[in-house]
């Protein structure tokens, strides 16, 4: 078994084709399927589910599984089989719910990961992928285990009054919602009542970086999501996320990520359907 309790058997990223269905079949190992695109209607045992984009499900070992597709529907799914050999880890792993669903994207953003450690297999890839589970597991294990809070009224007031945190998150939200425009700091300081120095430390001070540079960092993970899980030309993916040409967006996607997003496509291509094994 694994070093950190957990040992990862295979992942894929896998695109079915149009109308393609898994067929029902059981397995000795736990397995997380993530629902990218598509709809259908997944089985588990004797339980139906709905599948959806951002819906995934965490299945344990010996529950007969497999979905069907609403009509034509293309699925494309992350995917991961793993054993778990410590016996608490084991217990409240079998305890979880079958069916999640990942609103805020950090499901999918670490089985990325783990993926992108077996496709590299860089020094220590296989604990880092470990590492990469174990936080998917006890992330499930918080959001499973835990009622909803309710709000502290008292703590949420003092926020408000921490205007330099205020002022920082209110400019952050507002790159998330309007990234695809065409943004400037002056014009946003105006809109949200600062001024554009004081916003612009405030933001630096809070999240160690300016604001041109975290909206190219935005912009360019959008455009990662929409290489890898759409069929838009890189014309149109520049376009969609904000850069006025191809050539402005292919320097900063380089700048970024150390590759042009030809080449970057590629790679993302030939890793699909391409099991990557572990052991």
């Known amino acids: 078994m694994g070093k950190h309790s957990v040992d990862i058997r295979w992942t894929s990223r896998y695109d079915y084709e149009q109308g393609g269905r898994l067929n029902l079949h059981e397995h000795d190992f736990f397995q997380i399927i993530y629902f990218i695109d598509g709809k259908g209607t997944f089985t588990l045992g004797e339980a139906e589910y709905v599948i959806s984009p951002g819906v995934f499900i965490f299945i344990n070992p010996m529950l007969k599984h497999g979905f069907i597709p609403y009509g034509n529907s293309q699925i494309k799914t992350l995917d991961l089989k793993f054993d778990i050999s410590d016996k608490d880890i084991l217990e409240m792993a079998s305890g979880l719910q079958a069916y999640q669903t990942d609103e805020s994207m950090v499901i999918k953003d670490l089985l990325e990961k783990i993926r992108f450690e077996g496709l590299n297999k860089r020094l220590f890839y296989g604990e880092m992928a470990c590492l990469f589970l174990i936080q998917i597991l006890y992330t499930l294990f918080r959001q499973n285990g835990e009622p909803p809070k309710q709000k502290n009224i008292t703590q949420a007031v003092y926020k408000l009054k921490n205007e330099p945190i205020e002022a920082a998150q209110r400019l952050e939200h507002y790159i998330q919602e309007h990234y695809a425009e065409e943004l400037s700091l002056g014009a946003i300081s105006a809109q949200l009542c600062y001024s554009s120095n004081y916003l612009s430390q405030i933001f630096k001070m809070n999240y160690g970086c300016t604001f ?29 996320v904000g850069f006025k040409t191809i050539y402005h967006f292919s320097r900063v996607f380089k700048e970024t990520e150390g590759i042009n997003p030809g080449k970057w496509k590629l790679r993302e291509l030939e890793g699909i359907r391409k099991d990557v094994h572990f052991n």
């Open 212 to 240: 041109t540079n975290y909206l190219r960092r935005i912009r360019i993970e959008r455009s990662k999501e929409l290489i890898s899980y759409s069929a838009l030309s890189l014309k149109q993916i520049a376009e969609s």
